[in-house]
């Protein structure tokens, strides 16, 4: 396998040398990529959509179709994730371990008689997890206090993404990393009280859905699809504004969704698809 | 000599694109360890990635970013002062393509050390072989 | 409403998607009936959108209002229009028979297996109607992940092949998106007849060359085209059985359109025929995975497993007469797209139905199965008909055009391995139906349940009705491939090739 490994690597190494030597120089304005269709993008988006972001206008505009694939193709992640690995029957409980709130003390509950649960007190005990037990409370408290921020700061990029560096999967991928840092820091129960399983699933789809409605109601309305500037007979500000408002509505479409999926594909890879400790 | 040394000058960055896309298809072809190719076929990804990045550089330009948007007066805009914004829209949806595929292929490596308790692919073939 | 039909077409079924996706967490019953509505849906527009196509010429859609080079621009004339309609025929008729299979292999999962199905369904119809370079990756991506997905759901070492098949369609996607890359450092464009608009006088550029090379590579990879199959055989087997006759037929197909598409649109026959004059190589190469995948073919003792070779072998066929490069070679291997989708899908739903009785596809448990399912093994019998190529079913008119077309060339070398594959099928085949008609049924617990032995025990009838519906499609696109080949293929052939 080493041996051919080489030869394929030598092989295909030779062909992408072969063209390089014939590529434009590195960093040049005069390139042909940088002639032909892109010029009108930056110099002409800020007129035909008043989105400063050029990538922005390019990615939820020009070519909002790309992206609402690209979103599309996350949600099937998602949905693959959970497919292949929930395990929807519940297991027969087994020990199980909890600390008690007050003294930090960790117990190990065996089955009871019969296989019978044992109840303990919710109030003063809290279900941990069997593989990781130690209680940080630094760690814990800090994440908890920066969680909302991180929040604020997802939604901020997402709407802000018309200005600024940012976009729906940019926000998307911060607010899903909030609910992700709660899982990590605190334990997968915690994160999943604040985001149960089927509101992820139900983002992720729904954010799709967004997007691909925005376009469908455009279609409806009497243009092509995605054609934003239908959106003006609802939204005001004219058909130019109406191409920016539409981005911003496919935008929070992707955050969703972004947001939906990254959280379910980590609930069901950490904790290989039983949802009950993990990470 | 010095052709040869412009060369390699002026496309420094097409030549590391080269080297780590090599390197994820060795990685991919010949590594044993299912998770290791896993991550080769990362590495492959981020090296196209990285040449279609390359591809949008202008010397001096700026970030795709229109300044002066909302103060009224209307400056001439000028292409070459921005870089050039395809290449980076093409390769969010890239970004975004690699990490879906990286997500089933780790569900799908779990189910396969599910089924065989191993990820060495000999190990894995020669369960196969011999049930 | 007929203006947005390349839209709608993968439109429909996006949006279903979300509707099964929510059934599938609410109502999970209604997650089929939504899974008929989009591809249902789908198919119609498809249908409307080849009658469009037949009756007043290519048609195209601007995505967002945009001017073609700028946004994502499709395109519909007779070539994707009739794939597109087959893409969505199959894809259909496949649905009908997967709910049975479904039921009693994962009830549970039903939603997220709906889902991934009409997924997979929009990234390959997309593929077929899109007409921006890198769109079709994104595209491609869709079809590729959720095919990982559905053929890793299978028992035994379907995780293992599936892994595989991700690694080998990465590699080959990114070898594409590579190869587009290529030609928009080189052109600026992304848009397919933009590019090809560009390219002529760059034909010298080593880039040019390099990035055909690298594209046709990945799509080849993509394809399981002979040296680059390893994959196929692995992941087609061990895949459940209705995603295994969704997959087989379809991808291996839409991917040939893909090369066809690149070849013909993108860099046109001047340049890849006349000035690069890599067709009789190529010819060769698809001579050497006909008779190889024949031979491994032969080779095999599982039904399933055979059939995945055959389609190594086949993917030959379609590749080997395009590359001959003449008008009767093209309409053969477009011909085939159809034919052999509708071939493939009915093979696999027969042996789908097998499996579902027998619980496996293995010679062992064939014996007698004439006598306790004869509708699925008579469906089996017209479908390897088609595939050895015998006169009333399509098969025969493919191959006959593809013969032709190697004539024409004079590549006796391509006329040899059609014969050869021929033969090779008929010898698979006659084994089978010998194993199934004369052996007694069951080996060694045939004694014990003596009575067993004419009792017919069929597939269920959700199961049997899509089958014979492909089995009677055979025959019919057999009668009608005159009229195919006259009002459809006849115009999507390229002005060079005439």
Known sequence: MKILGLVIVALVGSVLIYATVDFPPFADPESPASLHVSPRYIEKSLDETAVPNVVTAVLADYRSFDTMFETTVIFAAGVACFLLLRIPRRRPPGPRHFRHRLTGLTFRVKDGENGKEIFLPLREFEPVDSVWTPHDFIIEKVCRYMIPFIQLFGLYVIAHGHHSPGGGFQGGVILGAAIILLSVSHNLRTALKRMREKTGALCSALGVFIFAGTGALCLALGYNYLDYRALAALLPGGPIMARSHGMLLVEIGVGVAVMGTMVWIFKNLASLGRYDEGL | MEDILRLIIEKYNYWIYITLMMIGLYAIIAKNNLVKKIVGMNILQTAVILFFVSIGVKRGATVPIIEHAHDGAHHAIRAAEYINPLPHVLMLTAIVVSVATLGVALVIAIKTYQRFLTLEEDEILKQIREP | ?498
């Open chain 3, 1 to 498: 409403m007929s203006e947005h039909y390349p839209a709608l077409l993968v439109i429909l079924p996006l949006l279903a998607s979300f509707f099964i996706s929510a059934a599938g967490w609410f109502r999970p019953v209604l997650c089929f009936p939504f899974t008929v509505a989009g591809l249902a849906g789908s198919l119609l527009v498809s249908l409307g959108l080849l009658g469009d196509v037949m009756s007043g010429g290519p048609v195209s859609y601007r995505f967002a209002g945009w001017d073609p080079p700028w946004g994502i621009y499709y395109r519909v004339d007779h070539l994707n229009a009739l794939v597109l309609a087959v893409v969505s025929v199959v894809g259909f008729i496949n649905l009908l028979a997967a709910r049975s299979s479904v039921e009693k292999e994962f009830p549970e999962k039903a939603g997220p297996f709906y889902t991934l199905y009409v997924l997979f369904m929009t990234g390959l119809l997309g593929m077929v109607v899109t007409g921006d370079a890198f769109n079709l990756y994104v595209l491609l991506e869709i079809a590729a992940i959720t095919g990982y997905a559905l053929i890793a759901l299978g028992k035994g070492r379907a995780p293992l092949s599936s892994l595989h098949y991700i690694f080998m369609g990465t590699i080959g996607a990114s070898f594409y998106l590579l190869g587009v890359g290529y030609l928009y450092i080189v052109t600026g464009s992304l848009n397919m007849e933009d590019i090809a608009r560009l390219l002529p006088p760059l034909y010298e550029s080593k880039v040019v060359t390099a990035a055909f090379v690298i594209l046709m590579v990945g799509v080849w990879l993509k394809m399981g085209f002979f040296p680059l199959h390893a994959w196929l055989p692995n992941a087609y087997t061990h895949a459940p059985s209705p995603v295994s006759s969704l997959v087989a037929p379809l991808m291996t197909k839409v991917m040939v359109y893909v090369m066809i598409r690149m070849v013909v649109t993108v860099f046109t026959l001047d340049f890849a025929f006349t000035f690069l004059g890599l067709n009789d190589a190529v010819v060769w190469l698809a001579v050497v995975a006909i008779v190889m995948g024949s031979l491994l073919a032969l080779s095999e003792k599982d039904v399933k497993r055979m059939l995945t070779y055959i389609v190594v072998a086949e993917v030959g066929y379609m590749v080997g007469g395009f590359w001959l490069g003449n008008s009767a070679g093209f309409t053969g291997a477009v011909l085939h797209i159809l034919n052999d989708a509708l071939m493939t899908l009915c093979l696999f739903l027969a042996v789908g139905n097998i499996v579902h009785v027998k619980g496996n596809s293995r010679m062992e448990s064939l014996p007698g199965l004439f006598r306790t399912m004869p509708w699925t093994m008579a469906a089996l019998v017209v479908g390897a008909l088609s595939i050895i190529g015998v006169p009333p079913t399509c098969g025969f008119f493919s191959k006959w055009y593809l013969l032709l077309g190697a004539l024409e060339a004079g590549h006796y070398g391509f006329l040899a391995a059609l014969l050869f594959s021929s033969l090779v099928s008929v010898v698979l085949f006659f084994r089978i139906f010998e194993v199934g008609y004369f052996e007694p049924l069951g080996g060694s617990h045939g004694s014990a349940h003596g009575d067993d032995e004419h009792v017919v025990r069929e597939a269920p009838l959700g199961m049997l009705v899509p089958l014979w519906i492909t089995a009677l499609g055979l025959i019919l696109v057999g009668l009608y491939t005159g009229e195919i080949v006259g009002r459809v293929i006849r115009h999507a052939v390229p002005a060079m090739m005439l």
